[in-house]
C-alpha cells in the first residue's frame, strides 16, 4: 500500500503534466498565434497588404508641393521633388520631366506607374526580409537599409538608411516624408554623413 505521502506525490506529477498540456493547447489555438501587425519571420519579406495599412493606391501629381521648411528638390537641383524619387522608385528622368501624373499600385509592396506620349514604365519598392513596414490607420512607415562593398578586394562599406512616412490626409493628399543616413564603414572608422530629409505632399488626381 502507498503512503499518503507517494499518493500526494503522484497526485502533483499527474496535475503538473495535465496543466502543461492544457497551455500547449492553448498557446495552439488561433486566436493565440501571432498576430497580423507583428513581425514577419526574418526569412519573409514586409508585405504592405496588411489590414492595418491604409489603402494608398491611386493616381497622384507625379511632382509634389515641398512643405514649409522643406526643399523643393531631391538630392541635388536638377532633380524635381516627385514621388518617384520620395520613394525611391527609379523612374527614366526624360519622362519625370515631361509627365504630371502617376500612377500608385498598391498591393504587397507599391508599384508606380509612369506614362508619357505613349510611354509606359513601371517599377516597384523594393523591400528585402530585413526592412521594416509599420501601419496605422493612416500612416504607413517603412524603414530600409542597404549596405555595398565591404568585400576583401573593396573592405570599405557604404551602408544607406531610408526611413519613410507615407500618411493619408483629410482631402486624399498623400504627405511623404524621406529620411536618409549615409555612412561609410570600414574595419577601423565610420564616417558618419549628415542625414538628408524631404518632405511633399502630392495631390490625389483620380
Not at 493547447?25 to 492595418?52: D, I, N, R, V, Y
Not at 522643406?70 to 524619387?85: G, I
Not at 531610408?162 to 543616413?181: N, P, W
Request: include cysteine.
Amino acid at each position: 500500500m502507498l503512503s499518503p505521502l507517494t499518493r500526494d506525490h503522484r497526485h502533483d506529477t499527474s496535475r503538473a503534466w495535465l496543466c502543461s498540456l492544457a497551455l500547449i493547447g492553448l498557446f495552439s489555438l488561433p486566436g493565440c498565434q501571432q498576430a497580423p501587425g507583428t513581425p514577419l519571420p526574418p526569412t519573409l519579406k514586409p508585405s504592405l497588404a496588411w489590414p492595418e495599412c491604409p489603402k494608398i493606391g491611386g493616381m497622384y501629381e507625379l511632382q509634389g508641393e515641398a512643405l514649409p521648411g522643406s526643399m523643393n528638390f531631391y538630392r541635388n537641383r536638377e532633380n524635381k521633388l516627385t514621388l518617384n524619387a520620395m520613394l525611391g522608385v527609379a523612374a527614366p528622368a526624360d519622362l519625370a520631366q515631361e509627365s504630371v501624373r502617376v500612377e500608385l499600385v498598391h498591393d504587397d509592396t507599391l508599384e508606380l506607374v509612369n506614362r508619357y506620349d505613349g510611354a509606359i514604365t513601371a517599377h516597384q519598392l523594393d523591400l528585402q526580409p530585413e526592412d521594416r513596414v509599420v501601419c496605422d490607420h493612416n500612416r504607413i512607415r517603412i524603414h530600409r537599409t542597404r549596405a555595398e562593398g565591404g568585400v576583401a578586394e573593396e573592405p570599405l562599406r557604404n551602408i544607406s538608411e531610408f526611413a519613410q512616412e507615407l500618411t493619408v490626409e483629410g482631402d486624399g493628399s498623400l504627405l511623404v516624408k524621406t529620411r536618409i543616413i549615409n555612412q561609410s564603414k570600414s574595419a577601423f572608422f565610420s564616417t558618419p554623413i549628415p542625414p538628408e530629409e524631404y518632405a511633399a505632399r502630392f495631390r490625389r488626381l483620380d
